[in-house]
Nanobody
Framework: QVQLVESGGGLVQAGGSLRLSCAASGNIFSINVMGWYRQAPGKQRELVAS???????NYLDSVKGRFTVSRDFAKNTVYLQMNSLKVEDTAVYYC???????????????????WGQGTQITVSS
């Protein structure tokens, strides 16, 4: 089993900054992609940013130049640095990991995707 635990988030004024962290633990053989989705009330969940194991990044157009995704590969952790926050960035943010799980004998077992518990980001005007 694998767990993703998020930290960070909260309330910030428009123009401010926040940093999210998400650590993956458990029976992990390797992680291909880690990243962040968000879901605002009444809207579909959307991909905000992601980073592959080769450090290739992908961003939602509306956050380019303001958000930065990074990973600490040794710690199986992904970060999201959010600057110049806007009211429209208000949402619940979920981290995710697309990974290969590991057997009890340290062999690769299956490809899975796991989600964090979600953290609320509220940007006030």
């Amino acid at each position: 089993q694998v767990q993703l635990v998020e930290s960070g988030g909260g309330l910030v004024q428009a123009g401010g900054s926040l940093r999210l962290s998400c650590a993956a633990s458990g029976n992990i053989f390797s992680i291909n992609v880690m990243g962040w989705y968000r879901q605002a009330p009444g809207k579909q969940r959307e991909l905000v940013a992601s980073m592959t194991s080769s450090s290739t990044t992908n961003y939602l157009d509306s956050v380019k130049g303001r958000f930065t995704v990074s990973r600490d590969f040794a710690k199986n952790t992904v970060y999201l640095q959010m600057n110049s926050l806007k009211v429209e960035d208000t949402a619940v943010y979920y981290c995710y990991a697309h990974l290969m799980e590991m057997t009890t004998t340290f062999m690769p077992s299956k490809v899975s995707q796991y989600w964090g518990q979600g953290t609320q980001i509220t940007v006030s005007s």
